[in-house]
Nanobody, 127 residues
Framework: QVHLVESGGGVVQTGGSLRLSCTAS????????MGWVRQAPGKAREVVAA????????YYAESVRTRFIISRDNAKNTEDLQMTTLTPEDPATYSC????????????????????WGQGPPVTVSS
């Protein structure tokens, strides 16, 4: 059974930083792409970052490209999202997500690319 568990959400001031982490189990996760998908109240889900199964290619939404960094450790079945310079446009629930297409050669840029989801910790940015 696929299981994704996130940690690291919380409240941060505008301009601050947060690091989200995700631990995956139930699959050989080094075969699958992973990503982070956020959803703010009243808005559609958005893939903010994704990383290929081998870590050799990444995708970022334009709004976070210069501020967020996604990484993964296949030996530990983990992925992280380092978020810096957070703005009032960033608050949302951030979910760890798995793209269960094995050895997919691209990056997962759309929510529909993912079929495994974590609960998603909330991120709040205060002014």
């Amino acid at each position: 059974q696929v299981h994704l568990v996130e940690s690291g959400g919380g409240v941060v001031q505008t301009g601050g930083s947060l690091r989200l982490s995700c631990t995956a189990s139930g699959r050989t996760w080094n075969n699958y792409g992973m990503g982070w998908v956020r959803q703010a109240p009243g808005k559609a889900r958005e893939v903010v970052a994704a990383i290929r199964w081998n870590g050799q290619r990444t995708y970022y939404a334009e709004s976070v490209r210069t501020r967020f960094i996604i990484s993964r450790d296949n030996a530990k079945n983990t992925e992280d999202l380092q978020m810096t310079t957070l703005t009032p446009e960033d608050p949302a629930t951030y979910s760890c997500a798995g793209d269960l297409r094995p050895y997919y050669g691209g990056t997962s840029e759309y929510p529909a690319d993912f079929s495994a989801w974590g609960q998603g910790p909330p991120v709040t940015v205060s002014s």
